[in-house]
T-cell receptor, first 111, second 114 residues
Framework: GENVEQHPSTLSVQEGDSAVIKCTYS??????FPWYKQELGKGPQLIID?????GEKKDQRIAVTLNKTAKHFSLHITETQPEDSAVYFC??????????FGPGTRLSVLP | GAGVSQSPSNKVTEKGKDVELRCDPI?????LYWYRQSLGQGLEFLIY????????KSGLPSDRFSAERTGGSVSTLTIQRTQQEDSAVYLC????????????FGNGTRLTVT
């Protein structure tokens, strides 16, 4: 079955700097890759997603890139703000329509 | 519109008791998922309901765990004879039964077994 790895597990950046979180997946049949942000005491919220026929997608300060050959995808947050501090999860949708999540990255944006 | 609703938000129970956790998915969503999240950990898949198909129960950790979905809408996750290791946040999510439809999560039920 699908396996998703995520790095780093924790990340601290200065406000205004960029943050990059990387994920790799194992199943070449996976074709949809969402990213979620989870704040304390809340459920994960979708922030951006990418489909396998697209190499990059951008939404304001957030972008995701996908390399299907290498089976990895990355989240890029530019001009980070304190409210970006949260746990971020990547996920891959496998052939059986089941979402497999990475272990998460705790991002801290220091003022 | 209304999101995924879970109840109760918090549940404290004694070891050995049974508990029921409820999930109301977004109206119109035909697929429903349950995940477990231990403190500071990732999301552990438990069970997945998709339309009228048989549920995918491959993630249930033991036969003490069961779930049902009545009328294709509300779902109940039941844990029998709770153990301390069952303490976690139980998250429910739903989506459309179409290709590449993102999951929408509730805020979870925090279960504490004393």
């Amino acid at each position: 079955g699908e396996n998703v790895e995520q790095h780093p597990s924790t990340l601290s950046v200065q406000e205004g700097d960029s943050a990059v979180i990387k994920c790799t997946y194992s199943d070449s049949a996976s074709n949809y890759f969402p990213w979620y942000k989870q704040e304390l005491g809340k459920g994960p919220q979708l922030i951006i997603d990418i489909r396998s026929n697209v190499g990059e997608k951008k939404d304001q300060r957030i972008a995701v890139t996908l390399n299907k050959t290498a089976k990895h995808f990355s989240l890029h947050i530019t001009e980070t703000q304190p409210e970006d501090s949260a746990v971020y999860f990547c996920a891959a949708l496998d052939y059986g329509q089941n979402f497999v999540f990475g272990p998460g990255t705790r991002l801290s944006v220091l003022p | 519109g209304a999101g995924v609703s879970q109840s109760p938000s918090n549940k404290v129970t004694e070891k050995g008791k049974d508990v029921e956790l409820r999930c109301d998915p977004i109206s119109g969503h035909t697929a429903l998922y349950w995940y477990r999240q231990s403190l500071g950990q990732g999301l552990e898949f438990l069970i997945y309901f998709q339309g009228n198909s048989a549920p995918d129960k491959s993630g249930l950790p033991s036969d003490r765990f069961s779930a049902e979905r009545t009328g294709g809408s509300v779902s109940t996750l039941t844990i029998q004879r709770t153990q301390q290791e069952d303490s976690a946040v139980y998250l429910c999510a739903s989506n459309y039964e179409t290709v590449n439809s993102p999951l929408h999560f509730g805020n979870g039920t925090r279960l504490t077994v004393t």
